[in-house]
T-cell receptor, first 111, second 115 residues
């Protein structure tokens, strides 16, 4: 039981490049989330999903896209990377209002 | 709108001292959930506790205790006899009732335990 896994762990992008952050959970959780954590700040919700095929925006969705074709996977797509997207990205999953299980994070730098 | 305020940005205490981390929240919901997470220097997020709005009983888990007071909209976290391993950033978070599980996080309190 691996929990929530994220790849890659680190990535450096040039301005204008695109990439997909991968997130997979093996706990059969319906709910999945993407957060970003800027230095010295709390986590802010980018997108979330309540089940396969259903996604919705969070607090800071601009510049990102998501899809949820399976229960296990919830990839986050960055189009046209900008320096403001430099952050640590966390994926999480839950069964509802119990604890959210977080992945180890992806540290992204956009130069 | 929901809001979580952790006014203490950084706290340093000497090992074995007790320390309390403050959390004040704002919500218009009558049903909500409060959480504490720990983020050690390694960066992962570790769940510590969840409380629902109908349960104001204080909770103790080893050296950790939590004081939930709806009258002051606070959910404070106390570490007794602190240890160096307690050094981390601690986040308080709030979610709405069932069916709306998105977490609103505070900005965190960085706790440093001095040996």
């Amino acid at each position: 039981n691996a929990g929530v896994t994220q790849t890659p762990k680190f990535r450096i992008l040039k301005i204008g490049q695109s990439m997909t952050l991968q997130c997979t959970q093996d706990m059969n959780h319906n709910y999945m989330y993407w957060y970003r954590q800027d230095p010295g700040m709390g986590l802010k919700l980018i997108y979330y999903s309540v089940g396969a095929g259903i996604t919705d925006k969070g607090e800071v969705p601009n510049g990102y896209n998501v899809s949820r074709s399976t229960t296990e996977d919830f990839p986050l797509r960055l189009e046209l990377a900008a320096p403001s997207q430099t952050s640590v990205y966390f994926c999480a999953s839950s069964k509802g209002n119990i604890e959210q299980f977080f992945g180890p994070g992806t540290r992204l730098t956009v130069l | 709108a929901q809001k979580v305020t952790q006014a203490q940005t950084e706290i340093s205490v000497v090992e074995k001292e007790d320390v309390t981390l403050d959390c004040v929240y704002e919500t218009r919901d009558t049903t909500y959930y409060l959480f504490w997470y720990k983020q050690p220097p390694s960066g992962e997020l570790v769940f510590l506790i969840r409380r629902n709005s109908f349960d104001e009983q204080n909770e103790i888990s080893g050296r950790y205790s939590w004081n939930f007071q709806k009258s002051t909209s606070s959910f404070n976290f106390t570490i007794t006899a602190s240890q160096v391993v307690d050094s981390a950033v601690y986040f308080c978070a709030l979610s709405r009732g069932f069916g709306n599980e998105k977490l609103t996080f505070g900005t965190g309190t960085r706790l440093t335990i001095i040996p």
